[in-house]
């Protein structure tokens, strides 16, 4: 079972792609993938915008991304297009639509709540949100014909498309309808109106949260009554950008079986949602440099040498033990891309070989554009790229 051939080179150039989604499980690679992609898609004359959201320390600071100033920089490449990255500072985000939304001291007392505080920097899913939040803000600028979003290390790979609707539920939710009834009716006829229940509610939670925080709660709902159609309706809109052809999701996975699963999941639900998909970076593989010599041959070839003995013995059977292993990785690594091929024919793949060390600076981001990028039948083995092993006949 062979995947078709996915084809990042032309994505990346092709003036109708405006956005590319990075996604899969943590720890994969997307972070390195979206910088690579954007510094591909410069090097073919575009201008891009990565926006990343947890960068490795070692890479955010190649790239310039050490102060979490929540802007996009601009990065020299040396280039014939442009390169900007920025680092998604989820508090900022949220902070700056609080303050775009709504007057000045009405702000202040927002951004001064408590439990604003607590929700803009801990509430689950708050970073999904901020993330679609900032790429809504990004194309709304018309700045780059390109915009490439890292997607958050989720507990779960799907929270980022959860966003618009999980926002929707916390702020439809029972309890903050019940908070805010008072505030929203409106005057004190309202309050005389609803206060029987609230009052009865209100003192049920202020036992178990106490006082201070209901009140807080309270407040910052009723100061952000306002806000949150702007806030829906704007999440709802980016979600709908997702879905418009000029979008591309990437899903990307390492050759493990947590990560393929992981990727599967997801291949699944942007189907399901109607995202587009480009298809499967499958990171990090370990191709063998020749697989003319069999996993089972170099192990016996290594038995035999051991026994002769001689000159040079030793190393010969170590290398060949060597090969060994790592023809028996690549099968074992080909075996699950396999299974995703089986469950997944249609979905297009394309192997990124692991480098040597990590990818933190920007030489190290261009192998890795290359290896996203390169003629699919250019590999050091002849395989194609969307296989670690030859097919076998
Ligand atoms: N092809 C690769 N070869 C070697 N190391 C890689 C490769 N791709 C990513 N890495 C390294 O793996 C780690 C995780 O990558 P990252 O892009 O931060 O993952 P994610 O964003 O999915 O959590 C980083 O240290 C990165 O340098
Ligand atoms: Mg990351």
Redesign the pocket.
Known sequence: MSSPALDLDTLVRDPATRIVV?C????????????ALGLAAAAAGRSVVVL?????K??AQSLGLEELDNEPRRIETGGPGELHAMMLDMKRTFDDVVVAHSTPERAEQVLANPFYQALSSSFGGTQEYMAMEKLGQLRARETWDLIIV??P?SRSALDFLDAPDRLARFLDGTMIRLLTAPARAGGRAGLRMVSAGFGLFSRIISKILGGQLLGDIATFIAALDSMFGGFRERATATYELLKQPGTAFVV?A?PEPDALREASYFVDRLSAEGMPLAGLVL???HPPATTALSATRAAAAAEAVAEAGGKGAKLAAGALRVHAERMAQASREQRLADRFAQAHGDVAVRT?????????DLA?LEV?AA?LTADDADSGTGTPRSRILPARR
Not at 24 to 35: C, I, L, R
Not at 352 to 360: E, I, L, N, R, S
């Open positions: 990075c899969g499980a943590g720890g994969v690679g997307k972070t390195t993938t979206s910088a990343t959201i947890d960068p490795a070692r890479l890292d997607t290390p990307v390492t990171n990090r593989t990124v070989p692991a480098a040597a060390g990590d990818v933190h190290d890795m290896a």
